[in-house]
């Protein structure tokens, strides 16, 4: 059974960093493929990808937020970290973690097939 | 970037009727290796996203077969055959072919 959970603070103020954790059971990031990406939504608004890491420590990054985050794995502990510095309240979001089969020529869906429950966090003063 | 536009933005269903909804992306979505990684995601309210459809028109598991996508190329769409009503919510294409990838700003799928 695949299961994604997003752990991270709930308020953060402007300019801090954010961190987060993406904590994931059923599959291996050293899995040929696989791949985990960090998505957010704010409130009544529509999805926004941030970035991605691969199986093979590959990152991808969202063009807009790149210069402001950073992706990193821990295979042994399978979780998936993100920081996002200098928070702002635009930034204010439903930040969610999901499972991707990433691999190009190889027959896989490149689709979000798993999702977390996501994490609340707003920044505010 | 590739730039995913979804219309309508909000598309009121009578219960047993079919419902479409249209993805265009600013580039082709054909890949080098032959595949469209073109998706469709359901968000009902308050949960998080669950995947519909890949590469176009295949199902994922467990999703009922009132729902199908087609397209080529630039443009896509998902239909409902017959809409029912634990299908309210908000669904979104994106594309998988390009870095960066990118979301539809979504279709509000609501019953009359």
């Known amino acids: 059974q695949v299961t994604l959970r997003e752990s991270g603070p709930a308020l953060v103020k402007p300019t801090q960093t954010l961190t987060l954790t993406c904590t994931f059971s059923g599959f291996s990031l050293s899995s040929s493929g696989m791949c985990v990406s960090w998505i957010r939504q704010p409130p009544g608004k529509a999805l926004e990808w941030l970035a991605r890491i691969d199986w093979d420590d590959d990152k991808f990054y969202s063009t807009s937020l790149k210069t402001r985050l950073t992706i990193s794995k821990d295979t042994s502990k399978n979780q998936v970290v993100l920081t996002m510095t200098n928070m702002d309240p635009v930034d204010t979001a439903t930040y969610y973690c999901?499972?991707?089969?990433?691999?190009?020529?190889?027959?896989?869906?490149?689709?979000?097939?798993?999702w977390g429950q996501g994490t609340l966090v707003t920044v505010s003063s | 970037d590739i730039v995913m536009t979804q219309t309508p933005l909000s598309s009121p269903v009578t219960l047993g009727q079919p419902a479409s909804i249209s993805c265009r992306s600013s580039?082709?979505?054909?890949?080098?290796?032959?595949?469209?990684?073109l998706s469709w995601l359901q968000q009902r309210p308050g949960q998080p996203p669950r995947l519909l459809i890949y590469k176009i028109s295949n199902r994922f598991s467990g999703v009922p077969d009132r729902f199908s996508g087609t397209g080529a190329g630039t443009d896509f769409t998902l239909k409902i055959s017959r809409v029912e009503a634990e299908d309210v919510g908000i669904y979104y294409c994106m594309q998988a072919t390009q870095f960066p990838h990118t979301f539809g700003q979504g279709t509000k799928l609501e019953i009359k």
């Open positions: 999901a499972r991707i089969w990433g691999a190009y020529n190889s027959g896989n869906h490149l689709a979000f097939d798993y």
């Open positions: 580039q082709s979505l054909l890949h080098g290796d032959g595949n469209t990684y």
